[in-house]
């Protein structure tokens, strides 16, 4: 894909991972790619359905500091071990 955009994979990474936003333009170049309209990325969007866990978290939580440190040092780790990261805390928060 990321030949086909134009970029280098390791910016469709950071684009996967969040750690990059993608620029409108650069949203329709990939929709282009994949062969769907740009609403496509918008779906769900604007609906009023909560998820279950979303009461349990504090107000925006991307404007959170230690929230978004905390995103950042995540995404910091080798992808195998904040697999594992990942599933510890899983299994921590539904012990708690």
């Known amino acids: 894909m990321a030949e086909k955009v134009g970029i280098k994979f390791q910016q469709i990474q950071k684009y996967e991972t969040g750690m990059n936003r993608v620029s409108a333009s650069r949203l329709w170049d990939i929709a282009s790619v994949l062969g769907v309209k740009i609403d496509f990325f918008f779906e769900g969007l604007g609906e009023t359905e909560t998820p279950a866990n979303a009461n349990d978290l504090p107000g925006n939580i991307l404007t959170d500091r230690e929230a978004l440190e ?27």
């Open 70 to 96: 905390l995103l950042r040092s995540y995404y910091a780790i080798p992808e195998n071990q904040r697999k594992r990261l990942f599933e510890l805390a899983r299994v921590l928060s539904e012990a708690a």
